[in-house]
């Protein structure tokens, strides 16, 4: 291998690993890498070596490289990163972002902006997030990647335990999110039902009147479950900072200002976001959100 050749490839090796979450889930065609690259024009190992043999040239190199990368990837995720989740702030990612944080499990954090979603190694066979990448497994669906990493890191490791805590977020993602956000047709969210009476409101409302949490009291009874109902909804008064009528549902009310009190919630949510929710749930604060989505 000749010198120039020597450096390109070096050279290349540095820009695949600084652009890793797209450049991995590019395809092994030549144009499809350029692409990724043109995407990402300030990476400076990819500048200096652009400038001086051209970007077809690069693109060449990054795809030699590409499968020594796809390994080394591999086993940084499985030994020390812990799972990969694609997603994006104003999505549902940030949910599964709380309960991570929540566990302190450590993970890696991919904005969706930056991978290839039509890729068939994106984890997401119909290219939506969150998604997540685990090793080898991938896992699509918030409740579905909730559940998983409850069970895998969380604790959740009997049947018995998945199946009180399991109930509820299947709850939530079956149940509570079409009460919480009224769709038409085309998936557009027209209105909540908070802003009615719905009847599963009463019954969440009176489940809640003894405990702190959906599976109990005190800080150990805090649960996945938590994290998929209480998200729902928290999102009602991130969308729909003029709801006014949380104090129908005293214990909804306190549980919720309770979960937005929480670290992890500020961390995966914004410390910005989860005090100025604080406020609308109480009844204190503006009627308006600016900038969070």
């Not at 969308?239 to 006014?244: A, G, L, T, V, Y």
């Not at 909804?252 to 670290?263: C, E």
């Not at 503006?286 to 969070?292: A, H």
Request: hydrophobic share 45%.
């Amino acid at each position: 291998m000749n010198t120039t050749r020597a450096l390109l490839l070096a050279a290349a090796s540095l820009a695949a690993w600084e652009l890793r979450p797209a450049f991995l889930l590019a395809s092994t065609r030549p144009g499809a890498v350029a692409e990724v690259l043109r995407r990402n024009p300030h990476n400076a190992a990819l500048g200096t070596v652009s400038d001086a043999f051209g970007l077809g040239a690069v693109a060449a190199a990054l795809v030699g490289a590409q499968a020594v990368f796809r390994k080394r990837r591999s086993h940084r995720v499985m030994r020390s990163a812990g799972p990969v989740l694609f997603g994006s702030q104003g999505s549902r990612s940030p949910l599964v972002n709380w309960y991570l944080h929540e566990i302190g499990q450590e993970f890696e954090m991919v904005p969706a902006a930056q991978v290839d979603r039509t890729s068939s190694e994106y984890p997401h066979p119909f290219g939506k997030i969150p998604a997540l990448q685990d090793g080898t497994v991938k896992v699509f669906e918030s409740g579905a990647i909730l559940m998983y990493l409850a069970d895998k890191y969380g604790g959740l490791d009997t049947p018995e335990k998945r199946a009180e805590a399991g109930k509820w977020v299947v709850w939530a993602n079956a149940s509570l999110d079409p009460i919480c956000f009224k769709e038409d047709g085309n998936g557009r969210v027209l209105g909540t039902g908070l802003a009615d009476d719905p009847p599963a409101l009463r019954t969440l409302d009176a489940l809640l009147a003894d405990r702190e949490f959906l599976l109990g009291s005190g800080e150990d009874a805090f649960s996945v479950a938590d994290v998929a109902v209480g998200s729902y909804l928290l999102y009602v008064p991130l969308f729909f900072p003029d709801i006014n009528t949380l104090p129908r549902w005293p214990n909804i009310q306190r549980y919720m200002l309770q979960l937005l009190q929480r670290p992890a919630y500020a961390k995966a949510f914004g410390e910005g976001t989860a005090q100025q929710l604080q406020k609308v749930v109480s009844r204190e604060g503006d009627s308006k959100l600016f900038g969070l989505f």
